[in-house]
Every structure is written in structure tokens, then in C-alpha cells.
């Protein structure tokens, strides 16, 4: 995270909080792949700018040891991608599917992209309205 920090002169922040957590799913709006869910909401007025993200990965996923490595995965993938597709002022929070396991890292990449795009194009969208 620090070459991000030195490439953007910001850090993306991790959400850490079970009540953060909720004000993102609570907005319901998600994007679903094969591989993970993205779901996003806009930071609160008083909140920093810039781009908070958390990470979960259920029993469903499998054991400790491969909730764990899915995790890693999750952040290496938010790592490369999130500064260059993701929008400033919103929180995400990315949640591991089994397949995660199982999949490529290119195409890890490849989901959380189509997933950032699908959801910037529904923001557009709702806007427009």
C-alpha cells in the first residue's frame, strides 16, 4: 500500500468498523461475479475524501487458512485496480465467493474491473434520472 500512497498522495483507508459495513450494504448496491460481490455507497459528508474499502470472507468460504488466502487475494486485486477505476468519495466493501479459490489472479482482475465498471454505469444512470 505505500507505492499507492506515494503514486496518489492518498491511502486507501480500510473499513474496520461492523457499523461501516452496514452503511454500505444497507445502500444496496452491488454488483455480483463469479469470483466475489462488490458493494458501494457514498461516504457521508463529514467523512474524509478519498476511498475506503473492507474485506469479507464467510464460513462458506471454506476453512481459516482458505478464508484467509481469499482475503489476500481480495486486497492484492483491490491493490492493482481500485485507484485507477474506483471513485473518490465511496466506500466498498468486497466480499470472497468459493470460486475465488479456484480462479485465476487475471481473472480475479477481470471480475473486480467489470464489477467497478458495472456499478460506476448504474451510478450514471441513477444520476441522470
Not at 486507501?12 to 469470483?35: G, Y
Not at 484467509?68 to 477505476?85: H, M, N, P, Y
Not at 471480475?111 to 458495472?118: E, I
Amino acid at each position: 500500500m505505500i507505492q499507492v500512497a506515494e503514486k496518489n498522495m492518498q491511502k486507501i483507508s480500510v473499513l474496520a468498523k461492523r457499523k461501516d459495513f452496514l452503511r454500505v450494504a444497507a445502500v444496496n448496491k452491488k454488483w455480483v461475479s463469479d469470483s466475489m460481490i462488490v458493494q458501494v455507497a457514498k461516504r457521508e459528508e463529514q467523512d474524509t475524501p478519498g476511498i475506503g474499502v473492507g474485506y469479507t470472507a464467510s464460513k462458506r468460504v471454506g476453512n481459516a487458512v482458505q478464508r484467509s488466502r481469499a482475503k489476500r487475494r481480495l486486497r492484492e486485486v483491490v491493490r492493482q485496480i481500485l485507484w485507477d477505476k474506483g471513485e473518490q468519495g465511496h466506500d466498498y466493501v468486497v466480499i470472497a465467493r468459493t470460486a475465488i479459490l479456484e480462479m485465476s489472479f487475471d481473472q480475479l482482475i477481470r471480475d473486480f474491473s467489470w464489477c467497478l465498471k458495472r456499478l460506476k454505469r448504474s451510478n450514471n444512470e441513477i444520476g441522470h434520472n
